[in-house]
């Protein structure tokens, strides 16, 4: 590395790295490269940011990125979290997306039939838990984007076969995973050079005749390192235990607005981070909102109904607002 970069540069460096969507690489890239001094010290360099420019710019075309998070393969999150269905061909990652959600992926008994991420929403309760299908972790072509999905994700859900020996999935989906620098923890970690992900695993095919004893071995070797579940998408058992887990793991609550003297909605929560406050629920509605609030009334968590409290009143699930402003 030239020892003479000015200081922008490594700030562009850092939004290539950090850099959600390919337009936004690409930018940091030709930004790197409008600084870089020419000499035959940074030929090497600079021929390398040419070439990934390049790389990027045929990789925008051929999926058609129309701009800043417009790339297929980003999933925007909706309801009230999101978890990605991870696992090798033929686990049944596709079965349960289309068990759980209106979704209708593509379910074969041939592998790689998934190649685009496919969302899905599952009704819990009162809410929707967004599920994405995605192509087996092994396959070569989606290498280059799964990463983004896992990192923009709330939860991993590991979804192993219980036909098959459920420690050597779990092995080489965990191998996996560590290529693409996600590592899932339960319930919360933190690794700087790692992206640490929630994770609970799903041992799907319990319909099928002599699997307890795979899903023995996983429970005594991994039972205390994850949330374990056991489901069969064809037959539907464990699916209500497994949406309750998801959303206990999402850690959000939900909470109802209402206006003075107007009966709040009861049917469509919001949804936020377990830990906020009556001043967040007013920002979500509207960003000028948490300043123009002067204070609130609960129903649910408070000492009684309707009573008054401050603006950094830390809410619980179910409560009731109202905003005086
Ligand atoms: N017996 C049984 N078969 C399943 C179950 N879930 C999926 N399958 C079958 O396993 C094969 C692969 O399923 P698919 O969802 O395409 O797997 P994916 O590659 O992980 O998406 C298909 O033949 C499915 O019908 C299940 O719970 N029980
Ligand atoms: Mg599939």
Same mark, same amino acid.
């Given at each position: ?217 996983? !429970? *005594?070797? +991994? ?12 037959? @539907? =058992? #464990?699916?209500? %235990? ?40 007013? !920002? *979500?509605? +509207? ?12 129903? @649910? =968590? #408070?000492?009684? %109904? ?20």
């Amino acid at each position: 590395m030239p020892a003479n970069l000015p200081p922008q540069y490594f700030a562009a460096e850092k939004r290539f790295r950090t850099a959600k969507s390919i337009p936004e690489k690409i930018e940091a890239l030709q930004t790197m490269l409008a600084i870089m001094p020419k000499h035959k010290g940074t030929d090497k360099l600079r021929a390398e940011l040419r070439s990934k420019i390049a790389k990027l710019t045929a990789e925008a075309e051929k999926r058609h990125v129309t701009g800043h998070k417009g790339s297929l393969y980003y999933v925007r999150k909706e309801g009230a979290g999101q978890a990605a269905l991870v696992g090798l061909p033929n686990a049944g990652k596709s079965q349960l997306v289309a068990a759980l959600t209106e979704a209708t992926p593509e379910v074969a008994d041939y592998p790689f039939t998934t190649r685009f991420p496919i969302m899905g929403m599952m009704p819990f309760e009162n809410v929707q838990i967004q599920l994405i299908d995605l192509p087996p972790v092994n396959d070569a072509d989606a290498q280059s984007w799964l990463p983004m999905v896992f990192g923009n994700t709330d939860i991993l859900v590991l979804v192993l076969d219980q036909a098959n020996d459920c420690i050597s999935q779990l092995d080489e989906l965990l191998g996996r995973l560590e290529q693409m620098r996600t590592t899932p923890v339960v319930p919360s970690g933190s690794d700087l050079e790692y992206k640490a992900k929630k994770a609970l695993i799903l041992a799907n095919k319990s319909d099928l005749p002599a699997t307890q004893n795979n899903f023995g071995e996983l !429970e *005594s070797r +991994h039972g205390r390192e994850f949330p374990i579940i056991r489901v069969s998408a064809k037959d @539907g =058992s #464990g699916l209500e %235990d497994f949406k309750r887990k998801l959303f206990e793991m999402l850690d959000v609550i939900r909470v109802h607005t209402k206006t003075p003297g107007e009966k709040p909605d009861l049917t469509q929560p919001t949804t936020l981070k377990r830990g906020s406050t009556v001043a967040d629920v007013a !920002e *979500s509605i +509207h960003k000028d909102f948490r300043t123009q609030l002067k204070h609130a009334r609960i129903w @649910g =968590s #408070g000492k009684f %109904d309707g009573q008054m409290v401050r603006k950094d009143y830390v809410l619980k699930d179910g409560d009731i607002v109202e905003f005086h402003i």
